[in-house]
């Protein structure tokens, strides 16, 4: 099993650029994630899905937009780049349940320019 | 504002030596509290609490969630530099938050 993959994993945009970050897990969890990770802010979360075609917004939505059209697959979006995006972006999935345990994919390094 | 607090926010130690990583919550409705070791890449879990004062270990690693003081400890005794890394601490709630975790060096 791969667990959860992310590609890419390291990204170079300028500002105003779009791009669309992949996430996928084999161990068919309900429910996925999107984090950003900034020096002294740990994880703060973005998006969250719950199920095949539902998403959320978790605390620091905006500029970003999400899609779970498969139950593996949970995309993260970037219309128009911004260097405040610069960071380090992971995704996570666990069984049903945002309370239980999650599996970190191995994160995506974004620069924005 | 739902807000998780951890210190102290790095710690420098000698192996051997005992350490005490602390988290304190304010939330609505508080669901678990989750800890988490990051080494160089993804987070792994820990340890999951859910009810206060029942302590989960795994070997050297405790952990213990205080429900009436809105807190958790992270013990980790006879510390080795494997042990090196930053410390997450989670509340869900019907989302999650972390805290900025603790980065904890241990030198030989």
């Known amino acids: 099993n791969a667990g959860v993959t992310q590609t890419p994993k390291f990204r170079v945009l300028k500002t105003g650029q779009s791009m669309t970050l992949l996430c996928a897990q084999d161990m068919n969890h309900e429910y996925m994630y999107w984090y950003r990770q900034d020096p002294g802010m740990g994880l703060r979360l973005i998006h969250y899905s719950v199920g095949e075609g539902t998403t959320a917004k978790g605390e620091v939505p905006d500029g970003y937009n999400v899609s779970r059209l498969k139950k593996q697959n949970f995309l993260l979006g970037l219309e128009s780049a911004a260097p405040s995006q610069t960071s380090v972006y992971f995704c996570a999935s666990s069984y049903v349940g945002s309370h239980n345990e999650q599996f970190f994919g191995p994160g995506t390094r974004l620069t924005v320019l | 504002e739902d807000k998780v607090v951890q210190s102290p926010l790095s710690l420098v130690v000698h192996e051997g030596d005992t350490v005490t990583l602390n988290c304190s919550y304010e939330v609505t409705n508080f669901r678990s509290l989750l800890w988490y070791k990051q080494e160089k890449k993804a987070p792994t879990f820990l340890f999951m609490l859910t009810s206060s004062g029942i302590e989960k270990k795994s070997g050297r690693l405790s952990s213990i969630l205080d429900k009436k003081e809105l807190s958790s400890i992270l013990n980790i005794t006879a510390t080795q530099t494997g042990d090196s890394a930053i410390y997450l601490c989670?509340?869900?709630?019907?989302?999650?938050?972390f805290g900025a975790g603790t980065r904890l060096t241990v030198k030989p």
């Open positions: 989670a509340v869900a709630t019907g989302d999650m938050r």
